[in-house]
């Protein structure tokens, strides 16, 4: 396994590493949020961070041309319609949306080069420390998710209209597991590795280890 040639590879690796390619998550036929009243036509998906091209929306069922759907920001999932939905019908979306930006991914791999060879730099991790240093990418980026979920699951939107499930209020807490989990694994490989070769296992700086508390449901 050859070193990394430069950070676009190595992200496109640590991408596929925590299976957040383009095609990864699908979501079908999902109801958005917005008021349904036949004035209204601003729409936002509940995920974020959608693929483009893959929106479709439908209004009780009927699929809507794409020239009447016109995204405002593939970020935060936002929308408008041509015409407002009347009031009683049901609006759903279909589409791909990824956990990570580019941006994510390439400050958790500067990150896991700093766990690894003490700098930000993939493309000096030895070829036996790849698999390590993804583990840690993954941390990184698992760790962040963690908490950017708590806070937007704060929001005051999601309080107010999305509906609380045990998966919308104990996702960040899955996340960190997530990113404990990765964690360990790296530790364990860096260290294996050391020791195949029987170097001292000293570990290098540690620039990234957040923590955020349990959050337990509302009552």
């Known amino acids: 396994m050859a070193n990394w040639p430069d950070m676009t590879t190595a992200v496109a690796d640590l991408r596929r590493f925590v299976n957040d390619s383009p ?7 999902k109801q958005v949020v917005g008021r349904i009243d036949g004035v209204n036509v ?3 998906t509940w995920d974020d961070r959608l693929i483009d091209g893959t929106l479709v929306i439908t209004v009780d069922d ?7 759907v016109l995204i405002d920001d593939l970020i935060l999932g936002t929308f408008h319609l041509d015409t407002a939905p009347a009031q ?5 979306a279909s589409y791909f949306f990824q956990f990570f930006l580019d941006v994510d991914l390439v400050e958790s ?8 060879s003490e700098g ?19 941390y990184v980026a698992y760790s962040k998710q963690a908490m950017r979920w708590a806070q937007r699951k704060s929001a005051q939107f ?15 807490n899955l996340f960190q597991k997530l990113a404990d989990s990765y964690k ?15 170097r001292r296992d000293a570990p290098a700086f540690t620039v990234y280890k957040p923590r955020i508390p349990n959050i337990a449901p509302r009552r």
Not at 159 to 171: K, T, Y
């Open 88 to 92: 009683q019908t049901t609006v759903r």
């Open 62 to 68: 009927a699929k809507l041309p794409p020239a009447q």
């Open 158 to 172: 999601l309080l107010e209209e999305e509906p609380l499930s045990d998966d919308n209020m104990n996702r960040s």
């Open 42 to 44: 601003d729409f936002m």
């Open 120 to 138: 930000d730099d993939p493309t000096l991790i030895q070829s036996g420390l790849k698999l390590a240093a993804l583990n840690f990418g993954a």
């Open 23 to 29: 095609q990864d998550r699908p979501i079908k036929r």
């Open 109 to 116: 791999m500067q990150m896991a080069s700093q766990e690894i």
């Open 184 to 198: 360990k694994n790296a530790i364990d490989l860096r260290q294996g590795f050391y020791q195949r070769h029987g």
